[in-house]
């Protein structure tokens, strides 16, 4: 059975820029949410796609945005890059919303120049 | 809003030791918790999902208890090998995203 995959591995943007990272779920996962890594903030909640809508937003301002797809397929957009947005990118999918464990994709190393 | 703390954030153990990781949080109306492991540069591995209703959870030489209603977990390993060396992460699930603490690194010795 497939894991959680995320497209690309790797990416390196200039500052304003705009970014689109991809995540497929496990087979039959309908759930996907997306957390973002870094040295000092640890990992913290971006947001959470279940059946193509957002049902879960954390603190992070509008320049970051998704949208999950009917395959249950997600990407993340991030617009108007700033150094500070370099960081790890982990997406994570679950059978369901709300009270389910979680299986994590490799993640996207993100490095804004 | 719920904060996770993990002690040690470090942790170096001579192979072959068990050892306790720990884990707290400060609200106690949860419905899972989950433990992971990290290694450098790389996506997280899930390790033990324990639902609210249980105590513990075993895979091999893992064993994770949780005490909701004091707001802990421990992580315990076993006979510790030189391949465990990783960050591991627990993670509190209050139905709306997943609330992480900032990890214990562990090296063990071969």
């Known amino acids: 059975k497939a894991g959680v995959t995320q497209t690309p591995r790797y990416l390196i943007k200039t500052r304003g820029q705009q970014v689109t990272l991809s995540c497929s779920p496990i087979?039959?996962?309908?759930?996907v949410s997306w957390y973002q890594q870094t040295p000092g903030q640890g990992l913290q909640f971006l947001f959470e796609y279940f059946s193509e809508t957002q049902r879960n937003k954390g603190n992070f301002p509008g320049r970051f945005s998704g949208r999950q797809f009917s395959n249950s397929r997600s990407e993340m957009n991030v617009s108007t890059l700033e150094l500070g947005d370099s960081a790890l990118y982990l997406c994570a999918s679950s059978p369901g919303a709300g009270g389910y464990g979680y299986t994590f994709g490799s993640g996207t190393r993100l490095t804004v120049v | 809003k719920q904060e996770v703390t993990q002690i040690p954030a470090a942790l170096s153990v001579p192979e072959g030791e068990n050892l306790v990781l720990n884990c707290s949080f400060t609200d106690s109306a949860i419905y899972n918790l989950q433990w992971f492991r990290q290694d450098p540069g790389k996506g997280l591995t899930s390790l033990l999902l324990?639902?609210?209703?249980?105590r513990e959870q075993t895979s091999g030489r893992l064993n994770a208890s949780l005490d909701k209603s004091s707001g802990r977990s421990t992580l315990y390993i076993a006979a510790s090998q030189p391949g465990d060396s990783a960050t591991y992460l627990c993670a509190v699930n209050t139905g709306n995203q997943f609330y992480f603490g900032t990890g214990t690194s562990l090296t063990v010795i071969p």
């Open positions: 324990i639902q609210s209703s249980q």
């Open positions: 087979s039959g996962h309908r759930s």
